[in-house]
């Protein structure tokens, strides 16, 4: 198996004789055995030291006298082996006063010798008198190779007389790794076990069980927020552009496309008028793409600390990478990054260092995390995140035409159990000029009302009435509409197709006044 990019600079690092490396994992036992093959490979031994059993050689034979920090840095500094030493959660030590100095004083003797110091814990603390000594290296999480030998291993075992079977095609094979890629291989593990038990078969509906898994992560994280990919690009209506855009890249994040030499999708963002079906389309593609839909809430970073809000933003991308390939959505960005140019008078320039952090991740990542972010106020947001190559493409979602507005009748008529066939869809679709997709919504939820009070089922007249009763945002906010149009006339793509857009919106809205 070929090693990742952070083991093969561990091995460097050791044969540069680098005294002090801080390795940051949540895997011990897969960080010990990585280790334990460069200590072969350079012909050294390696030795485990914890709070709990003392120094352990590769054995499990262990000096339980050693288990005081201070007594396992005295043996390491005398001792002439040619050894890693590993030192688990010591991160929980490393603040004393008394650790701080026998590590520095460490640090000659280690790089005149054959021995390394490897401190491995899942949290990061570093002292500042230890900030110049210690390297710290991130321990990737399982790439593909390795979360395709556990699959394997489960295959093996259902073709020995197991009682499970394993019915997974080479395609949806590769399909089962890419929703694993972001789990610890304990956590993969887990997942097909719990996929197993369920109705002793493996197979690719069992996507959903390994998506539940990294739901367990977002909810650790508490920075992100997991959402249930419940909706689906049928109960949108309209949109044929936007759709198809989407449609398009739904299998570049295969390995079949990067052979191909095509990257992955960077992401979108979505500019319209409020009720236009903008939230709910990033809920769509995560269930068009079966990928986990992730949401950030910019007011959560914002920490009362100094440098809690960039170390926030930090963790959320983290956490973010970690489970990839996902959709990052990030509802009424406007809002979050509002405030950025004066930031310097304000809040010390906290804002501004956030955004940077963030605009410098779209401009370099390299984990598929595409980002799904949708804005009501254009004039709002910053102009440097719409710069080409941060985000692949700029959407406008528009109000919906006449033949956009029956497909969304129909669609809301549906859903509460009732017979689009039965109520005039043409005439709803025309007296509903300027109608938002959620304004139409909530027509049919009044109409509803009125049935139910009534003890009867509605009727065409009873969604009429509701229409006539509503003042539609298009006419109270007229005139920041028409700013928001004339802004994505040529700074933006449409989201719908020309062929559907039916007469002037603006002429549309105007016959609105007539139920007013």
Known sequence: MTPNTSEREIEILIRARYPLIYLVSWEESRAENMLSAVASRQGKRILIWSVTRGLCDSQQACDKNLREPQAALEFIEKSDQRAIFVLCDFHAYIQDAGIIRRLR???????????????????????????????????????ADELESVLNQVTSASQDGSRFRVQLNPEEKERLIQAGLGMTLTEMENALAKAIVQDSTLDVRDMDTILQEKKQIIRKSRLLEYFEAKEEFGQIGGLEILKDWLGKRGSAFAVKAREYGLPEPKGILLLGVQGCGKSMTCKAISGLWKLPLLRLDMGSVF??????????????????????????????????????????????????????????????????????????????????LLRKG?????????????????????????????????????????LSSGFSGAEIEQ????????????????????????????????????????????????????????????????????????FS
């Open 105 to 143: 004083d460490l640090v000659s003797s280690l790089k005149a010798s054959y021995k390394t110091l490897v401190i491995l814990s899942p949290q990061l603390t570093i002292p500042i008198e230890l900030e110049k000594d210690i390297t710290v290296v991130d321990y990737d999480l399982p790439g």
């Open 303 to 384: 920490g009362g600390f100094i440098g809690q809000s960039e170390e926030n933003m930090r963790r959320a991308i983290k956490t973010a990478e970690s489970i990839s390939p996902c959709i990052l959505w990030l509802d009424e960005i406007e809002k979050g990054l509002s405030g950025t140019q004066s930031s310097n008078f304000s809040d010390g320039g906290t804002t501004a260092r956030v955004f940077s952090t963030f605009l410098t991740w779209l401009q370099e990542k390299k984990k598929p995390v595409f980002i799904a972010a949708t804005a009501n106020n254009i004039q709002s947001l910053p102009p440097e």
């Open 390 to 430: 941060r985000l692949d493409e700029i959407f406008f979602i528009d109000l919906p035409t006449m033949k956009e507005r029956r497909d969304i009748f129909a669609i809301h008529l549906r859903k509460v159990k009732r017979d689009p066939e039965h109520f005039g869809l043409d005439q709803l679709a025309q």
């Open 443 to 514: 027509t049919v939820i009044a109409a509803l009302y009125e049935g139910f009070h009534q003890n009867r089922d509605i009727n065409h007249s009873d969604v009429v009435q509701s229409l006539q009763a509503i003042v539609p945002l298009s006419k109270t906010m007229r005139e920041d509409i028409d700013s928001l149009r004339e802004w994505a006339q040529t700074r933006a793509r449409p989201a719908s197709s020309p062929e559907n857009t039916g007469s002037n919106p603006i002429l549309d809205r105007a016959k609105n006044l007539e």
